[in-house]
């Protein structure tokens, strides 16, 4: 059974930072790719960050450029989103996903979906 488990959400204030962390079962990186996603209140869904393995490649969204880091740890089949400068523009529900390719149509491209974890930016 495939599933990803998210954590590490949770309340900061702007200029802070969080790490968000995702346990993934049931497949491996190479199977996979891995995006974040994030949705905030009364917004689409967007990508925030897809890393392939199979290539080494990592496409971030433009507005986290520059802040946010994702790693993994393959023999652990763990990936984590570093989250630094935050800011409450990015304020949302935060998801992992398995993705068969990234690009820019990765979220129509996914597999499976965590359940979600908060993330709350204060001003």
């Known amino acids: 059974e495939v599933q990803l488990v998210e954590s590490g959400g949770g309340l900061v204030q702007a200029g802070g930072s969080l790490r968000l962390s995702c346990a993934a079962s049931?497949?491996?990186?190479?199977?996979?790719?891995i995006g974040w996603f994030r949705q905030a209140p009364g917004k689409e869904r967007e990508g925030v960050v897809c890393i392939d393995s199979k290539d080494n490649s990592t496409d971030y969204a433009d507005s986290v450029k520059g802040r946010f880091t994702m790693s993994s740890d393959n023999a652990k089949n763990l990936v984590y989103l570093q989250m630094n400068s935050l800011k409450p523009e990015d304020t949302a529900v935060y998801y992992c996903?398995?993705?068969?390719?990234?690009?820019?149509?990765?979220?129509?491209?996914?597999?499976?979906w965590g359940q979600g974890t908060q993330v709350t930016v204060s001003s």
């Open positions: 996903a398995a993705v068969v390719t990234c690009g820019p149509r990765a979220q129509a491209m996914v597999d499976y």
């Open positions: 049931g497949f491996t990186f190479d199977d996979y790719a």
